[in-house]
């Protein structure tokens, strides 16, 4: 009994590491151009208003009001690990999307729309 749990901890521990690395790796692969981009609207109000919208039409449906996630495959857009990332990761992300993973490519939104998506989550992050 005592073998089985430890046995069940680790392979919980396994999962837990492989997750972490998953969800790391496409911050790895941004472009070094990409990731120093600046996003035009950095701190604009109006911008992050414009975002919201375009967030609520669009990503609301998966990651949730307020871009919380739902606690399952659809990760809180708040997180440590993307107020770490660069602006210019966030948008390249958003224009390839991970398909494999559920998340879609947004590249056919206009430019202008992804600055004012980043901007909003930099306002609630
Ligand atoms: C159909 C569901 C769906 C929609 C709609 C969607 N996403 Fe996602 N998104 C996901 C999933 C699933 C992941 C996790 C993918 C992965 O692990 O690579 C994700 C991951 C992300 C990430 C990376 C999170 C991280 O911690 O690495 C960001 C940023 C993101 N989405 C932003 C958006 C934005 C902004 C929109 C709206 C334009 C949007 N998503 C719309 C499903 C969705």
């Given at each position: 009994m005592k073998r089985q749990t430890t046995t069940i901890l680790l392979l919980l521990l396994s999962g837990t590491l492989a997750l972490a690395a998953a969800s790391h790796s496409h911050w790895e692969r941004v472009p070094a151009r990409d990731h120093a981009r600046?996003?035009?609207?950095?701190?604009n109000p109006a911008a992050a208003v414009a975002g919201e919208r375009v967030y609520n039409d669009h990503c609301a449906q998966c990651h949730k009001a307020g871009a919380r996630g739902d606690g399952g495959k659809h990760p809180s857009l708040r997180s440590e690990q993307l107020r770490a990332v660069t602006d210019g990761d966030l948008e390249w992300f958003l224009r390839q999307g991970d398909l494999a993973h559920g998340m879609p490519s947004w590249s056919s939104l206009p430019q202008a729309q992804r600055w004012q998506l980043v901007t909003y989550l930099r306002s609630i992050q």
């Open positions: 600046a996003n035009p609207f950095a701190g």
